[in-house]
């Protein structure tokens, strides 16, 4: 070996040994990467993508109802559309309380936007209501148009967040309610913020201990602030019309601006 060689072999460092601690440090520094990434996609990504399966499932069913109408009603003249403004007026007809998790309905908000078109389901757990389909019904109350309170619960955040928009509802908005026989629009009047033990907002009269209920009424709750289970965000309404399937999509759907 030269002289030069024999130097630069001298100066060679040392190589490094791995360490239990640095070892244990990339492996941290990893697993909060990957937190972090679950987290973006959870939040927004994944709510980007649940949201567009909940439109075009609750889109699917509108349709369906439609097409099993036209097919059993084939031979029917077809009405005269309801003039702009003035909505069909007809006895609502009362559903059956759903099952856990059994798919009864589609809302429809036009504040939300045109392709706002959420499936609504028997109960409010979220294994089987909140998370895979959309809106639930709180077990016990009312059903569309019916004298009392129709209430339900879904996501302001994830998994599609439903109501995510829900402090955005102006008094007067449309809140349709889409089921095999018409749709049921109720008017938003008023939002309200109480703890999640407050439940005297699912009575027959929101609010209101042991008053009868001569009124159909919405109540519609999620989480409040967002991110947070701190307090109970709560929109209410009340029922406006029924229009029947034969008469056609009501004017309460129009877009608003």
Same mark, same amino acid.
């Given at each position: 070996m030269t002289d030069l060689g024999r130097a630069v072999h001298r100066r060679r460092p040392p190589r490094r040994r791995t360490s239990v601690v640095g070892v244990i440090g990339e492996l941290l520094i990893t697993a909060g990467v990957i937190v972090l990434l679950y987290v973006v996609w959870q939040l927004w990504v994944g709510d980007l993508i649940y949201g567009a399966e909940r439109n075009a499932t609750g889109t699917e069913l509108s349709q369906q109802w439609q097409q099993e109408w036209e097919q059993t009603h084939a031979a029917a003249p077809t009405p005269e559309p309801a003039p702009a403004g003035e909505p069909e007026t007809a006895p609502p007809p009362v559903l059956?309380? +759903? !099952?856990?998790?059994?798919?009864?309905? =589609?809302?429809?908000?036009?504040?939300? !936007?045109?392709d706002y078109a959420v499936p609504m389901a028997g109960g409010v757990s979220r294994a089987r209501t909140l998370d895979p389909i959309g809106i639930g019904h709180y077990p016990g109350t009312k059903m569309p148009g019916e004298a009392g309170n129709f209430a339900l619960a879904a996501h302001r955040t994830t998994w599609g967040k439903p109501f995510n928009r829900i402090a955005d509802l102006h #008094?007067? *908005?449309?809140? =349709?309610?889409?089921?095999?026989? !018409?749709? $049921?629009? $109720?008017?938003f009047r008023t939002l309200e913020y109480v703890t +999640?033990?407050? &439940?005297? #907002?699912?009575? +027959?009269? +929101?609010?209101?201990? *042991? &008053?009868?209920? !001569?009124?159909?009424y919405i109540t519609m709750t999620s989480c409040?602030?967002?991110?947070?289970?701190?307090?109970?965000?709560?929109? $209410?309404? =009340?029922?406006?019309?029924?229009?029947p399937r034969e008469a056609g999509p009501p004017a309460s759907l129009q877009a608003v601006t």
């Open positions: 059956a309380e +759903p !099952g856990d998790g059994e798919q009864f309905a =589609v809302m429809r908000i036009p504040r939300f !936007g045109s #008094v007067g *908005d449309a809140i =349709v309610v889409e089921t095999q026989d !018409g749709w $049921y629009t $109720y008017r +999640p033990n407050e &439940v005297e #907002v699912l009575l +027959p009269v +929101p609010q209101a201990m *042991d &008053v009868p209920a !001569g009124t159909a409040s602030p967002m991110y947070a289970m701190t307090e109970r965000i709560v929109a $209410y309404g =009340v029922f406006e019309s029924f229009t």
